[in-house]
């Protein structure tokens, strides 16, 4: 514990050290209460720097569901502010306390409380992880023959929060984002009472098969950002896992095209579980350094083979054919051929962004996995690709790998120079996704920064996910500034393309709620102050203007107040 | 070493917590994390915390002390961790202790070790000569092929992991001889950032292995290893030119040039089981166990993840027919600290315990799951054995573990052992 002098430093609030007694009574043991202020300090600012570092006053690790109660009793009693807080990896500052007081963090309740293969579900607490889930689902798991829709981000990131913000994941263009695979919830709510929703509400926890046909209050706490209730267990969906499953990677030579036209076909062929894209350093692609003796080599070779041949030829060579008369080193061979147009590889420098693409093909039965397979490359064959599988091809398979084989573990192109990384992600129409790339490009490129993208056709590709990572280093203010500008000038172009940010921070949220029908706000807002009539839960995020009964003004990026603009 | 040295690098974690798992593994990385939960007790918690009292954020004191030194500086992070900053890491979090040595927050037992090396050049504060008690004067030489660098946890804790040692290179007829002006290699105050009061230690040691003229520099300890082959050169300059790898995976280069550097500078310092590897096979010799038993193998951290040694033990027990070696599923650059190290036993004695009571429950699953006993958990460093021993003990008296599986011992010992029963 941190001694008194620090303690009164950083007071905003009620807390006072009769509190903080009572919340070691609660948790049983003053271990997993905390006051120091290295930890507060860990809470006060996360990766995206966007945002001077406020202070919590205490953190506490609650074991159960009746322990986040009885915090929440207190909370409540004083109306002192509460954080719910899992790994803070939102990136968007979603778990900063901005008004000082407690910060509920859920390391200790990370159990995987109930597993029915049957009917395909779990029930999890919101400190278990992607890590966890995804060792449950390798061989010797628990959950083996299963699968579930992995985010891109890293493996200690909380499966429970994933779902309730929206998260965009491995099987999105099957299923959409992961609030589709909440099956129920409990949720403390800012009294303290406890409220089962779902299924699970009516057979006494049995079953958490699915929120319909009941009325879908699960709703309440997706997407607001922990400002309604305190998830404690929440009921997921399982997918099977097919037992034949195989992944390519595409280039295409027009990246543009792709986004236009060509991706959008691939899912009419629906013989895609996964399709994901993004546009990242081409230094990835070039991979291997070419040996310049192996490229004029080559270049002899190639003048033996007439044009336009090539990408058959290599087709039916097939991978591992063409690395072992390559010496297993294929780039150079494919670099030159692309340079003399020979092959339908796009052309960029090493500097610039490449447009690639993993896609996963599943069966349950050889026939059906092969008659996919067979689609999709008769449909790949039309069009102007390289299409690889990332399996074979060397160095890249770690890269491919990364990317496709999920949760990541922050590969190399998200390249940490500095620190700092922080995003616009949205969900937008698929018909505006090539413009709004395009605009974004252009403002991160002028603001300094390397245009990675992340894209994925939703559900069927009724929707796009379209987001926009920025790499900076956090030790320069001028890059701290200029990834704040990009932010923000990068949110507009969304919204000007038809489409909504997602897990948004609040400077990002005060931009929607500007545009957005009034009526929608103030609706929320009289939801807010039926289930936190004193406004304590997570304030300053989501509803930035505060609610009726709660006015709040959203302070500045940089501290002060009077908003961002 | 101090913040300012590593200031380049404080920005370069992004927070994204991979380094409490294992890489495509997902099994928990960290002790430290898995014990405490908080933040500030993981890599890139450390990390943070220099780079805010770099910045001034805020100052100092006891309870930062105390997060700092209840890492294993097992360096497990440093390998998940796929960003730039998991090479420098593990001089983050020694500048991290550095700097609380200098603002006068420490670990009492810690400090202790300092007075008793200073005083008796030993962290246990036992007197000088009990090292050699018991030990025939023939191992004394004035001058030999090889040094065997004995080290404070086997000379006095662990005499029969001593004399087995001598047994083994007397069976094997190396030309040896021990020191018995050897001083503790300043493992236990590198380690709990009190570099500088090692110095008089390194030039002790490397002055005594320049006057026996040996060419070859043996230890069975991973710490004492570790400090000879890549601290002196890296800290010191001393002992330079070993053929190692850092944790970087780089060569460490000489650093600088003293006087004992001329005359020592081309000594090779070897652990054993590198030594027995080449020598086992160099005198053809034939090792085979009467009864077939299962052994599994713990890598001490000093020896493989900061040193790069994974695979000669293993080929060493690959040597000794009749000897089935069962990885854990943490093995080599991933495997679970035994918990012991950087002053960790000393300082948070019940937390070691739990660390090793942890890795044993690792071998005990694999039993379960693969339906075998396995007989002998072997480790290379006496104080790894120590640690994970006291651990079967309490998993024996909590009624997990049963008397008849995983006992604890040395490389070395249970070469003796399959010699004993040939
Ligand atoms: C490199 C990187 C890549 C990423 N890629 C993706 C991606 O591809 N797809 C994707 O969807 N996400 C991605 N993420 C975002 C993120 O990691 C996850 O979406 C995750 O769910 C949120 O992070 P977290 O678990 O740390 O939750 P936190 O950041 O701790 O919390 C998130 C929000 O949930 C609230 N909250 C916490 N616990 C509770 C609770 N019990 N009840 C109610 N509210 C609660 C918090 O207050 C906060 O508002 C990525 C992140 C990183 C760092
Ligand atoms: S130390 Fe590395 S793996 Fe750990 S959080 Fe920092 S960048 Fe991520
Ligand atoms: S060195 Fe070991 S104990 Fe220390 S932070 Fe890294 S993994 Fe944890």
Redesign the interface.
Same mark, same amino acid.
């Given at each position: 514990?941190?001694d008194s002098k620090?303690l009164k430093e950083i007071k905003k609030t009620n807390i006072t050290k009769k509190i903080i007694e009572d919340l070691e009574k609660i948790v049983g043991d003053s271990?997993w209460v905390?006051t =120091?202020? *290295?930890?507060l %300090?860990?809470y006060s600012m996360? %990766?995206t720097e966007q945002v001077a /570092?406020t202070l919590a006053e205490v953190?506490v %690790?609650p074991d159960s569901t009746s322990e986040v109660s009885q915090i929440m009793k207190l909370a409540n009693r004083f109306k002192i502010p509460v954080i719910p807080y899992a790994?803070?990896?939102n990136v968007g500052g979603l778990t900063l306390p901005h008004e000082g007081g407690i910060i509920i =963090?859920f @390391?200790?309740m990370r159990r995987l409380l109930q597993i029915d293969k049957e009917n395909k579900f779990i029930v999890v607490e919101p400190g278990f992880t992607f890590? =966890?889930l995804?060792?449950e689902f %390798?061989s010797?798991g628990r959950l083996e023959g299963f699968r579930y829709s992995f985010p891109f981000a890293? /493996?200690?990131?909380s499966v429970l929060t994933n779902a309730l913000l929206n998260g965009l994941g491995s099987l999105g263009v099957k299923y959409g984002c992961a609030n589709n695979f909440i099956t129920g919830l409990e949720v403390v709510l800012a009294s303290g009472e406890i409220v089962q929703i779902g299924q699970n509400a009516i057979n006494k926890g049995k079953y958490w098969i699915s929120r319909e046909p009941l009325p879908d209050l699960v709703g309440i706490f997706v997407a607001t950002q922990g400002t309604m209730g305190i998830v404690t267990k929440i009921g997921l969906h399982l997918i099977r896992q097919p037992k034949y499953t195989i992944n390519y990677a595409i280039l295409p030579k027009s990246a543009d095209d792709f986004l236009r036209s060509w991706v959008h076909e691939l899912d009419k062929l629906n013989v895609c579980d996964e399709i994901g894209c993004g546009y990242f350093p081409a230094k990835i692609a070039h991979g291997i350094i070419p040996d310049d003796d192996l490229i004029e080599l080559m270049g002899k070779l190639a003048g033996l083979v007439r044009k336009g041949n090539w990408a058959k030829l290599l087709r039916l060579l097939g991978w591992p054919l063409l690395k072992a008369v390559t010496f297993n080193n294929p780039f150079p061979l494919i670099k030159f051929l692309a340079s003399k147009n020979l092959l339908p590889l796009p052309e960029v420098g090493e500097d610039e962004p490449l447009m690639i693409s993993g896609i996963t093909i599943t069966g349950e039965t050889k026939n059906i996995f092969k008659a996919k397979i067979k689609a999709f490359k008769k449909f790949t064959r039309k069009q102007e690709a390289l299409v690889i599988r990332p399996k074979e091809f060397g160095e890249l398979a770690g890269v491919f790998n990364s990317i496709l084989?999920l949760p990541a573990?922050? /590969?190399?192109f998200?390249d940490?120079?500095?620190?700092?990384?922080t995003w616009v992600g949205s969900y937008i129409p698929h018909t505006n996704v090539a413009d709004g790339v395009a605009k974004g490009h252009k403002i991160l490129k002028k603001l300094g920064f390397f245009p990675v993208v992340v894209l994925r056709p939703m559900k069927q590709d009724h929707y796009f996910v379209m987001r926009f990572i920025i790499?900076f280093?956090?030790?320069d203010q001028k890059e701290i500034a200029n990834a704040r500008k990009a932010v923000e000038k990068v949110a507009d172009v969304v919204l000007e393309s038809g489409g909504t940010p997602y897990k948004m921070a609040p400077p990002i949220a005060k931009r929607i709620w500007k545009k957005a029908d009034p009526s929608f706000y103030d609706f929320i807002a009289k939801i807010k102050d039926c289930v936190d009539p004193n406004g304590i839960l997570n304030p300053g995020k989501l509803l930035v203007n505060g609610t009726p009964k709660n006015p709040y003004k959203l302070k500045d990026l940089t501290g002060n107040t009077g908003g961002n603009e | 070493m101090g913040l300012k040295d590593v200031k380049e690098w404080?920005?370069? #974690?992004?927070? #994204?917590?991979?380094c @409490?798992?294992i890489?495509?593994?997902?099994?928990p990385s960290c002790p430290a994390f898995e014990k405490?939960?908080? *933040? /500030?007790y993981t890599s890139s918690?450390k990390v943070?915390?220099a780079r =805010?009292l770099f910045e001034g @954020?805020?100052e100092l004191?006891q309870?930062?002390c105390d997060?700092v030194f209840a890492c294993t500086l097992c360096g497990n992070c440093t390998i998940?961790c796929?960003?730039?900053?998991g090479d420098h890491a593990l001089d983050i979090f020694e500048a991290l202790r550095e700097e609380c040595i200098e603002a006068g927050y420490t670990i009492p037992a810690h400090l202790k070790f300092r007075e008793n090396v200073e005083e008796l050049q030993n962290p246990y504060g036992e007197k000088h000569d009990k090292r050699w008690e018991g030990i025939d004067d023939k191992y004394f030489k004035d001058s030999a092929e090889v040094y065997f660098f004995v080290g404070c946890t086997t000379s006095l804790r662990n005499k029969t992991l001593f004399s087995n040692i001598l047994k083994l290179l007397d069976y094997l007829g190396v030309d040896f001889t021990l020191a018995r002006d050897e001083w503790c290699c300043g493992s236990p105050l590198l380690t709990t950032g009190q570099k500088k009061s090692a110095k008089f230690l390194a030039e002790h040691n490397t002055d005594l292995i320049a006057k026996l003229g040996a060419k070859t520099v043996i230890t069975a300890c991973a710490g004492c290893f570790r400090t000879l082959h890549s601290q002196y050169p890296s800290k010191y300059g001393l002992l330079t030119n070993q053929n190692h790898f850092n944790a970087n995976k780089e060569i460490v280069e000489k650093t600088k040039d003293t006087e004992n550097e001329k005359d020592t500078k081309n000594i090779r310092v070897l652990h054993i089981s590198q030594y027995l590897n080449e020598i086992i096979d160099k005198k053809n010799i034939k090792i085979k166990h009467p009864k077939e038993i299962n052994v599994t193998y713990h890598d001490p951290c000093h020896l493989g993840r900061h040193v790069g040694v994974f695979e000669e033990p293993r080929e060493v027990l690959k040597k000794l027919k009749g000897v089935h070696l069962i990885e854990m599923p943490r093995n080599r650059d991933n495997a679970w600290c035994c918990g012991a190290g950087a002053g960790v036993k000393s300082g948070f004695k019940d937390w070691a315990l739990e660390i090793s009571e942890d890795r044993l429950r690792e071998a005990m699953q694999l039993q379960k799951?693969q339906d075998i006993n396995i007989d002998y958990m072997i480790s290379t460093c006496p104080f790894c054995e120590r640690n994970l021993s006291d651990a079967r003990k309490s998993l024996i008296d909590k009624g997990e573990l049963s008397d008849s599986s995983l006992k604890v011992i040395d490389l070395v010992e249970l070469i003796n052992l399959v010699l004993k029963q040939k």
């Open positions: 514990m941190q620090n271990q905390n =120091d202020i *290295e930890i %300090m860990n996360d %990766m /570092p953190a %690790m790994a803070g990896a =963090d @390391k200790r890590g =966890d995804k060792r %390798m010797g890293p /493996p200690y990131t084989d573990q922050l /590969p190399a998200y940490l120079r500095g620190g700092g990384l790499a280093n956090s030790s | 404080l920005h370069y #974690c992004g927070r #994204c917590n991979s @409490k798992y890489y495509r593994v997902y099994e405490f939960k908080w *933040e /500030p918690g943070w915390i =805010d @954020k805020y004191s309870s930062i997060k998940q796929q960003q730039e900053i799951t």
